[in-house]
């Protein structure tokens, strides 16, 4: 079969000087035309105006514009080609010692541009481990093996080289569709695009997701209903397909919704397939068999053996052939499921023969067929073929800038509305505020007021910034939202550090400064302007910190309650060598003086407000000291504050470590990023 021959053998030529194929001839033309099969036509490409596949007709029908190749330089060829060898997953098992459950094996496929594949087969069976594995995302605690290369070469699938949309939903739920929709338009499509189109994309991909209905619903969670569980899907597909990236991973893309809205959302998902020239993979629970219908290639898995692998056409007979016709009254789809379900074995009707041994039938048989080699030369020779290297899909996103806006926008906008994460934190600072106030309330200035603004100070700067640890779990949710987005190339983490500190400023100044004012006009600390105004700014200081180290406690352990616990114990260690429950000269050499000491910010907030609140006073005669109690002799003597520099040091100090800590961060994110994937390679390597 080649281009030349298709004329007569699979088309003909239509109007404008298109030459109008079938659809199968269509599929085996690009296949040779690509494969370079055909001595003579090899070097012929398939060419569109933008560089994609033509829409295809009512019929299924497509154009295609025949180039002379003697004109044109031979083009590298489109789209991703991805192809799969021999891929093994397997996890220690906890049951036995040293044993291992094998999740998949041997599994070898492809896809091309401008075809679906279908991955089925029982809950269990190991699809969302077959699409992890290609995507180079499985979970730390399993091993891998096999090859999985794209266009031939072996690249790095993370970070924006393709769209993944995974079984598990992640969204930002306290935004609506729209907004959700829009946001994400305008960070993942390029810069050289106008807003305006922006929204229009937008506006489409949630019409052909058929949303337009709940354009202005917020998605829901915690407790607040929102969408429903298919709308949110359908959500998810929608910011996926938003950029038409050339390698679409789908994880269950139609569970979750009837049968019509499973056709028109996979129906829609193989016409941009077919027009942008994607390569698609969707694992798919029980498709209808119009939905089954829409499928180029079945990927069967059961056990996580591959059972069957081919064309979606060809799999009933290949059932039908090892013994397990499918029944006229039954979608064939239904059978093969029915036929390989290992999980309700006594319930089972496929004849004598036990279910896991059907799959080794199957299996085995598969492994010796026509079609098993034909992939495998398929395999062989896309590898074969040198193919372009494809693009990150984050390569082609908005500009720095633009990000940094939107996600101000969208993080404010988020913050505002999740109550939990500021909102109720203000409401328990200002009842702290009173409390704090009328402990203390007005300290006068006696002796005994003298370790009554000590302990003050002291709650302040470490018991009330401790409780910032109450917005983690919106934290926890802000960066799986962004874990996710990043993972498939939406923006940068400087981008997220930049603008999660932004949008966080406006929030934190309130918690400070109104339960700030509250507790120091109360407790009738020194009255000067300045000195409220410092008081005010270390409290400040101190939030940001937590808030900060909060993050980088999130990015290393997702678990809330870990992630709570661990944020709460580093602090707990930092105010206990913060020099006030020990005095700094007291304080053990090792660790708790060097380095804990020094790198504690309480300890900077503690001695910036003693300095702040002692300086200029005097306290009267106590068990016959000196006549007056100094600022000197309290701030050097009594709590051996260092006196070598001034408070607003203390406070430069405190902004100083600010800057570090969201360095931390960024450097945290970046190097979990780089050093997962060689901590991967290197357990491979040591596993082979
Ligand atoms: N990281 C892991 N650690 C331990 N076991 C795992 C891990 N990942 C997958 N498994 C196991 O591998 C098997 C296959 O899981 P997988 O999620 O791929 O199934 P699935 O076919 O996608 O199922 P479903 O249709 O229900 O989503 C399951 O038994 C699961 O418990
Ligand atoms: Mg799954």
């Known amino acids: ?16 000087g298109w030459l109008r194929l079938t659809r199968r001839g269509w599929e085996e033309a690009l296949s040779d035309a690509v494969r370079g099969s055909d001595g003579g036509f090899g070097c012929w490409n398939l060419v569109h105006n933008n560089e994609v596949f033509p829409e295809p007709d009512g019929d299924g029908e497509r154009g295609i514009e025949m180039i002379d190749p003697k004109s044109l330089v031979m083009k590298k060829r489109l ?49 969302s481990t077959l699409l992890d594995s290609l995507a180079g995302r499985l979970a730390s605690n399993v091993r891998n093996t ?29 935004l609506t569709v729209k907004e959700t929709v829009y946001y994400s338009a ?33 998605i829901g969670g915690w407790g607040i209903k929102g969408l429903s569980g298919g709308q949110k899907r359908r959500l998810s597909i929608c910011l996926e397909l938003l950029t038409h990236p050339k390698l679409l991973l789908l994880d269950e893309p139609t569970s979750g919704l009837d049968s019509a809205a499973s056709y028109y959302v996979m129906n829609q998902i193989v016409k941009l397939t077919r027009q942008y020239g994607m390569t698609v993979l969707a694992a798919i629970h029980q498709p209808s068999s119009h939905v089954f219908g829409l499928f180029n290639n079945l990927y069967l898995l059961s056990l996580g053996k591959t059972v069957y692998f081919g064309p979606t056409f060809a799999a009933n007979q290949f059932f039908a052939v090892n013994g397990f016709p499918c029944p006229d009254v039954q979608s064939p789809a239904d059978h093969f499921l029915i036929t390989i379900n290992t999980d309700f074995d006594e319930d089972h009707i496929s004849g004598d023969l036990a279910v896991e041994k059907v799959i080794d039938v199957l299996s085995e048989s598969y492994k010796s067929s026509e079609i098993y080699k034909d992939v495998k030369s398929e395999i062989a020779a896309i590898c074969e073929q040198e193919g372009g290297l494809i693009e990150k899909t984050g390569s082609l996103k908005a500009s720095f800038i633009t990000q940094c806006l939107v996600l101000v926008q969208r993080s404010f906008k988020n913050m505002y ?56 779990p919106s934290f926890v949710e802000e960066m799986k939202v962004f874990q996710w987005e990043r993972l498939n190339g939406h923006y940068g983490v400087g981008s997220f550090v930049i603008s999660h500190a932004i949008s966080s400023t406006p929030y934190l100044f309130l918690i400070s400064l109104i339960p700030g004012v509250i507790a120091y006009s109360l407790a009738g600390l020194q009255k000067q302007y300045e ?45 206990l060598s ?6 700094p000269d007291d304080l053990a050499k090792i660790f708790w003086k060097y380095p804990m000491y020094y790198v504690s910010f309480h300890r900077y907030a503690l001695q910036g407000l003693y300095k702040n609140e002692f300086q200029g006073l005097k306290f009267p005669e106590y068990l016959g000291g000196p006549p007056t109690i100094d600022s000197d002799m309290i701030l050097k003597s009594l709590l051996q504050v260092e006196m070598g520099y001034s408070k607003w040091i203390d406070l430069g100090i405190l902004f100083g470590m600010v800057l570090v800590y969201r360095v931390i961060l960024f450097c945290i994110i970046k190097t979990t990023e780089k050093v997962k994937p060689i901590i991967r390679a290197f357990l491979l390597n040591s596993t082979r």
């Open 79 to 127: 789209g991703a080609y991805l192809t799969w060898e021999e891929l093994g997953v397997s996890v220690s098992s906890s049951n036995e010692k040293d044993a291992c459950k094998t999740i998949l094996s041997g599994a070898s496929g492809y896809a091309k541009p401008g075809e679906i594949v279908a991955i089925m087969g029982p809950s269990g069976c190991g699809k």
């Open 146 to 174: 096999g090859q999985v290369l794209i266009n031939g070469r072996k690249l790095r699938l993370t970070y924006g080289t393709m769209a993944y949309m995974t079984q598990e939903q992640v969204l930002t739920w306290t």
């Open 578 to 583: 913060a020099g006030f429950f020990r005095l």
């Open 186 to 218: 305008e960070l993942q499509l390029p810069k050289s695009m106008p807003r305006s189109q922006k929204w229009e994309r937008a506006d489409r991909t949630i019409r052909e997701m058929g949303l337009q209905d709940s354009m202005n619903t917020r």
């Open 1 to 16: 079969m080649s281009l030349g021959r298709e004329v007569n053998d699979g088309g003909d030529r239509g109007k404008h």
């Open 531 to 575: 000195q409220f105004v410092y008081f005010a700014l270390v409290l400040f200081a101190s939030m940001l910190l937590v808030e900060c180290l909060m993050m980088i406690v999130a990015t290393i352990v997702p678990n809330l309650l870990m992630g709570i616990i661990s944020g709460a114990g580093i602090q707990g260690l930092m105010i």
């Open 417 to 472: 509305r999740d109550i939990g994460y500021y909102w109720l934190r203000l409401g328990i600072y200002i009842a702290l505020g009173f409390a704090v106030g009328t402990v203390f309330y007005d300290l006068g200035s006696g002796f005994g007021s003298l370790n009554a603004r000590i302990s003050m100070l002291m709650f302040v700067s470490s018991f009330l910034t401790i409780l910032a640890i109450g917005g983690f």
